[in-house]
Nanobody, 118 residues
Framework: QVQLVESGGGLVQAGGSLRLSCAAS????????MGWYRQAPGKQRDLVAI?????NVADSVKGRFTISRDNAKSTVALQMNSLKPEDTAVYYC??????????????WGQGTLVTVSS
């Protein structure tokens, strides 16, 4: 079973920066993609950025957020710069891949709150 552990959320003023980190652990798995989603209060969970070989970044954060993935360590990070109040949300780490039996899995982290004050 694969588990994700996130860290790095918090409170920051508009224009500031935060870095989120996520590490996958478990036995006998291979990850195809890792990334980040976010969910603001009363809204659906949306993609922020994902690395599945190619990188896909939401238009709303392009030029401000950077995703970096370390395949060897099964980690992914999200560097968030020039934060805006509308970036306030719970950020979830995501990983998809295959286990030792080649069955596909998708797992989510517990979520980390990012609050950007104006």
């Amino acid at each position: 079973q694969v588990q994700l552990v996130e860290s790095g959320g918090g409170l920051v003023q508009a224009g500031g920066s935060l870095r989120l980190s996520c590490a996958a652990s478990g036995t006998a798995f291979s990850i195809d993609a890792m990334g980040w989603y976010r969910q603001a209060p009363g809204k659906q969970r949306d993609l922020v950025a994902i690395d599945g070989g190619n990188t896909n970044v939401a238009d709303s954060v392009k030029g401000r957020f950077t995703i970096s993935r370390d395949n060897a360590k099964s980690t992914v990070a999200l560097q968030m710069n020039s934060l805006k109040p509308e970036d306030t949300a719970v950020y979830y780490c995501y990983a998809g891949g295959r286990d030792i039996g080649q069955s596909r899995f998708e797992v989510w982290g517990q979520g980390t709150l990012v609050t950007v004050s104006s």
